[in-house]
């Protein structure tokens, strides 16, 4: 199954409420999951999130930006669980669960990037350059909608679900 | 490059803690030490450096001008630096600029802090543009989780151990044992660090740094100024660094999603917290061989293990021998966090550089008593906060 097959359908398995991007512009909204970043049209630098309209790259400072679509797969640079509620704005759920952050590295964009593993799986089976495929995930909710958030989850254990 | 000297006259701290008071307060002894260990006359200060606090209001934003009217107005100049955990570093780097161009001949330079319990938090309010609110809200990304990615990537790459990190802990709690100035005074074991609550795997709590009270402050003055006031012989501060990373940082780094791209640009030739200490080096024209002791920051037990390797106490990969050998115990051959560092005392962001200053003055001097570092002569101390921030003091005598 694909990636985007595979997002649909996680998509269509959750409630009925409203999914809406937790931020805007810093992932896509629909079909295949993919972390939006900034690509430098001189040096071919990326940036993420792309939100600034220029080029930190400080050899091409008047160089165009353009929004890309990050590399969907990478692995895994590093990751810790943690344990304890952190303060506002998190949003918990009720009652607090821990959860893992993963530091990811690109190999075509030459970038570690962020992000929380999927909720559903288990951080003991990481080890670094443990191959991770970003996904959309919820990440808080209220009565009418579901805030979405990119997620990653291991490449392995998709096969095994 | 070749780079002046000033001198230290005077140090003075108020104890760490959880007072809970005004950080005016603390302020105010720490200055008021460091004039009496100086001998110099407030209303003699030429120059007032303030370390900013973010976490009390305007007050703390004008942090220089707040401790001179506390002192009482005498007319001096004043600027409040704020470079997160550097700011006393930064402050301090003012103060030295100002003295070493010749505009002024003693400055007093002083940080204090009240702080909340727990995490520091972003500032309140939806504040969708702020990457420091947004890794809260998006990743739950606490400081303590950059610090166990740091951590797990230590095993990873070269197989440290919990047991490693625990020790670390271990020896500061016990250097921080006779530092008057510390805030936890108990000696503790690997197997109470590692029954302690897990905070951000594999960092347990016992090895984060908690949030602390507390002030410091210095007088530092021209060498000739010293000369005048009978000090022959004063601990001289030989570099300030507060250097900024250089593009591509390709270290993940608070409060950042991700980490510059290295496409298509040849990565710098050190990482940013090896170039921290790299231009103090440079400065002072030393080398990391020259070091006799040094306080790193650490606001992790790992970090402490990774800051071994930034200023050049042992090649990468190799801290855990270096720790495991005791080089960086006390009665080693490069003692590391003899205050006590952060594990004895908690961190009060504007005050910390300068409490490491302190702490390096003391025992250049020999003055540190239960602690002290026979014949030291050159003391590092070295921090690095977020938004791309660092430090790196050298002192000699």
């Known amino acids: ?102 530091a990811v590295e690109l190999d075509e964009e030459r970038m570690v990037v962020l992000g929380r593993l999927a909720p559903d799986c288990d951080p003991a089976t990481l080890t670094s350059g443990v191959e991770v495929e970003v996904e959309r995930g919820v990440l808080y909710e209220d009565d009418d909608n579901q805030y979405m958030v990119w997620q990653w989850r291991p490449v392995a254990t998709e096969v095994a679900r | ?120 938090a972003p500032n309140a309010g939806e504040r969708g543009d702020d990457p420091d609110w947004l890794r809260f809200r998006l990743l739950g990304a606490t400081n303590p989780t950059y610090f166990g990615l740091y951590a797990r990537r230590r095993m990873e790459q070269y197989g440290a151990t919990p047991d490693h990190f625990a020790k670390v802990k271990v020896k500061n709690a016990r250097h921080g044992l006779n530092n008057p100035y510390a805030r936890f005074r108990k000696e503790v074991t690997i197997e109470d660090v590692n029954a302690s609550p897990m905070v951000s795997d594999p960092l347990r709590l016992l090895e984060i740094c908690a949030t602390s009270d507390g002030a410091a402050a210095l007088v530092i003055c021209s060498l000739d100024y010293a000369r005048s006031r009978g000090v022959s012989n004063p601990v001289r501060i030989a570099a300030v660094s507060t250097v900024t990373p250089t593009y591509p940082n390709t270290v993940i780094e608070m409060p950042n999603f991700a980490t ?28 990391p061989e020259d070091v006799n002791l040094a306080e790193v920051y650490d606001l992790s037990t790992s970090l402490e293990l990774d800051w071994y390797e930034n200023i050049g106490l042992c090649a990468p990969g190799e801290a855990e021998q270096l720790l495991d050998a005791g080089v960086t115990t006390l009665g080693g051959r490069v003692p590391v966090n003899v205050s006590g560092g952060l594990a004895s005392f908690g961190e009060a962001v504007p005050a910390q550089a300068i409490q490491q200053v302190c702490e390096i003055t003391w025992q250049l001097r020999g003055q540190a008593e239960g602690r002290q570092v026979e014949g030291a002569r050159v003391g590092l101390t070295v921090n690095q906060g977020l938004f791309g921030h660092g430090s790196c003091v050298i002192a000699k005598r």
């Open chain 2, 1 to 120: 490059m070749s780079v002046g000297e000033v001198a230290v006259l005077g140090v003075g701290m108020h104890p760490w803690g959880k007072w809970g008071r005004n950080f005016v307060e603390y302020g105010v002894v720490a200055a008021r030490a460091a004039l009496a260990d100086a001998e110099v006359d407030w209303r003699d200060i030429q120059f007032v450096a303030g370390g900013e606090t973010v976490r009390n209001g305007y007050p703390g934003y004008v942090a220089g001008a707040t401790f001179a009217q506390a002192l009482g107005w005498q007319g001096a100049p004043v600027v409040s630096a704020y470079a997160a955990c550097a700011s006393g570093a930064t402050a301090l780097n003012a103060a030295r600029a100002q003295i070493l161009a010749g505009l002024c001949d003693v400055a007093l330079v002083v940080g204090a802090d009240t702080t909340p319990k727990g995490f520091l």
């Open chain 2, 260 to 287: 510059d791209s290295a496409f298509g640009v040849p990565e710098p030739e050190r990482s940013f917290r090896d170039s921290i200490a790299y231009a103090a080096y440079e400065q002072a024209g030393i080398g």
């Open chain 1, 1 to 102: 199954m694909s990636n985007a097959e595979l997002q649909n359908k996680r998509d269509s398995k959750t409630s009925n409420k409203t999914q809406v991007a937790a931020i805007n512009g810093w992932m896509t909204t629909d079909g295949e999951a993919r972390l939006v970043g900034g690509r430098g049209a001189e040096t071919g630098s990326y940036f993420f999130p792309k939100n600034m309209a220029f080029s930190r790259n400080p050899s091409a400072p008047s160089e165009e930006i353009a929004e890309v679509h990050l590399s969907a797969r990478g692995r895994v640079w590093s990751w810790t669980t943690n344990h304890y509620q952190p303060p506002a704005p998190y949003m918990p759920a009720d009652p607090f669960v821990p959860y893992t952050v993963l």
